[in-house]
């Protein structure tokens, strides 16, 4: 089975700390995705890569980064946290582009800046 | 441009059937895929259609129309333990994400009654 790992379910900082939330991944999978998940508003795409040091930005970038230096690890950095970045993050994979393959998601870390 | 309507909110009795609709507008459709999110889990695959007409998994089937841009998950037999998000994402082969990014849906929030 695809495992899919987030470094922490629930993780509470103070505005202004940088944070950084780990996802691995064991199935050699090319492409990794960072999502945040909001009432009403869904899962929003952050960022992706499809390769290693590859990234791409999703639709909502904004006061994040991220990093691949190996590619079964995707780490989202919020630079400087701020109380609207307060939110469930998730993390997912995939092995290729097109067909049937689906995103694998991790089992999400629920953030709270304070 | 691209956009995914689901409803918001269904009820059903245990040991029913009931119908998520989703229709989407996407200029380079190339997948439709159904989840199952339980509250404070991460998403979980269901179901994927890529040509018109229906797949049967069990208890749950998915049925889409390109021409309509309309999917929609039957559940049978439904149980308590179908209670859950159903979302709707459609892979987009045009723009920017090159057929990697999904386009999500706001998930419908099933509710199933004894």
């Known amino acids: 089975d695809v495992k899919v790992t987030q470094s922490s379910r629930y993780l509470v900082k103070r505005t202004g700390e940088k944070v950084f939330l780990e996802c691995v991944q064991d199935m050699d999978h090319e492409n990794m995705f960072w999502y945040r998940q909001d009432p009403g508003l869904g899962l929003r795409l952050i960022y992706f890569s499809y390769d290693v040091k590859m990234k791409e930005k999703g639709d909502i970038p904004e006061g994040y980064s991220v990093s691949r230096e190996k590619k079964e690890r995707f780490s989202l950095i919020l630079e400087s946290a701020s109380t609207n970045q307060t939110s469930m993050y998730l993390c997912?994979?995939?092995?290729?582009?097109?067909?049937?393959?689906?995103?694998?998601f991790g089992p999400g870390t629920r953030l709270t800046v304070l | 441009g691209q956009n995914i309507d689901q409803p918001t909110e269904m009820t059903a009795t245990e040991g029913a059937i009931v119908q998520i609709n989703c229709t989407y507008q996407t200029s380079g459709f190339n997948g439709l895929f159904w989840y199952q999110q339980h509250a404070g889990e991460a998403p979980t695959f269901l179901s994927y259609n890529v040509l018109d007409g229906l797949e049967e998994k069990g208890r749950f089937s998915s049925f889409l129309s390109r021409s309509k841009g309309y999917s929609y998950l039957l559940l049978k037999e439904l149980q308590m333990k179908d209670s859950a998000s159903y979302l709707c994402?459609?892979?987009?082969?045009?723009?920017?994400?090159?057929?990697?990014?999904?386009?999500w849906g706001l998930g419908t929030s099933l509710a199933v009654n004894p």
């Open positions: 994402a459609v892979r987009d082969r045009s723009g920017a994400g090159n057929n990697r990014k999904l386009i």
């Open positions: 997912a994979s995939t092995p290729r582009v097109g067909g049937r393959n689906t995103q694998y």
